[in-house]
């Protein structure tokens, strides 16, 4: 099955500054890849996703690169804000059939 | 438009005992999934169901079963639960077929202690 790898766990970063995660997934096959915000206590939150036709999407700070090649795909947040302090789920799937998870990151923005 | 509402939000059970969890779809939804997510780690894929009927499973045991109401809502049932059973458990509804996207959207969870 689907191995999806997801550096790093935690990540502290000043206000303003730039937070990059970078996961890996196993399945070549694998086509769409979603990116989850999950505060505590709260639900995982779709941020942005990317299908395997396109290289790179972007949404105002957030912007996501894939490399089917090398078969990993990372998210960028600019101009980091407090409010972006929260876990960071990436996952692969097949379809959009079942979503598998990387570990998550916890990303701290500094004031 | 209504977002995915689960049931309990906290439960206690002990080992050896059987638990239901609820989960109701997003407005416009055909389709559910429930994954278990164990302290500081990834959503793992437990099973789908589409049109009331399991449309995939993960590597969870047969005492992990579930069902798809009319509605679209569903339960989680978990027999003889174990103490590794300890999770927030998630249901994530989405709409497949007709050229949709099949994007999950996730509820809450319910928190499920075993002691």
């Known amino acids: 099955g689907e191995n999806v790898e997801q550096h790093p766990s935690t990540l502290s970063v000043q206000e303003g500054d730039s937070a990059v995660i970078k996961c890996t997934y196993s399945d070549s096959a694998s086509n769409y890849f979603p990116w989850y915000k999950q505060e505590l206590g709260k639900r995982p939150q779709l941020i942005i996703d990317?299908?395997?036709?396109?290289g790179e999407k972007k949404d105002q700070r957030i912007a996501v690169t894939l490399n089917k090649t090398a078969k990993h795909f990372s998210l960028h947040i600019t101009e980091t804000q407090p409010e972006d302090s929260a876990v960071y789920f990436c996952?692969?799937?097949?379809?959009?059939?079942?979503?598998?998870f990387g570990a998550g990151t916890t990303v701290t923005v500094r004031a | 438009e209504t977002g995915v509402t689960q049931s309990p939000t906290h439960l206690i059970k002990t080992r050896g005992q059987q638990v239901t969890l609820r989960c109701s779809s997003q407005s416009g939804h055909n389709t559910v999934s429930w994954y278990q997510q164990a302290l500081g780690q990834g959503p793992q894929f437990i099973f789908q169901?589409?049109?009331?009927?399991?449309?995939g499973r993960g590597n969870f045991p047969p005492r992990f079963s579930g069902l798809q109401f009319p509605n679209y809502s569903s339960e989680l049932n978990v027999n003889a639960l174990e103490l590794d059973d300890s999770a927030l458990y998630l249901c994530?509804?989405?709409?497949?077929?007709?050229?949709?996207?099949?994007?999950?959207?996730f509820g809450a969870g319910t928190r499920l202690s075993v002691l």
């Open positions: 990317i299908r395997s036709n396109v």
């Open positions: 996952a692969a799937s097949l379809n959009d059939y079942k979503l598998s």
């Open positions: 169901y589409y049109r009331e009927e399991e449309n």
């Open positions: 994530a509804s989405s709409l497949v077929g007709g050229g949709a996207k099949n994007i999950q959207y």
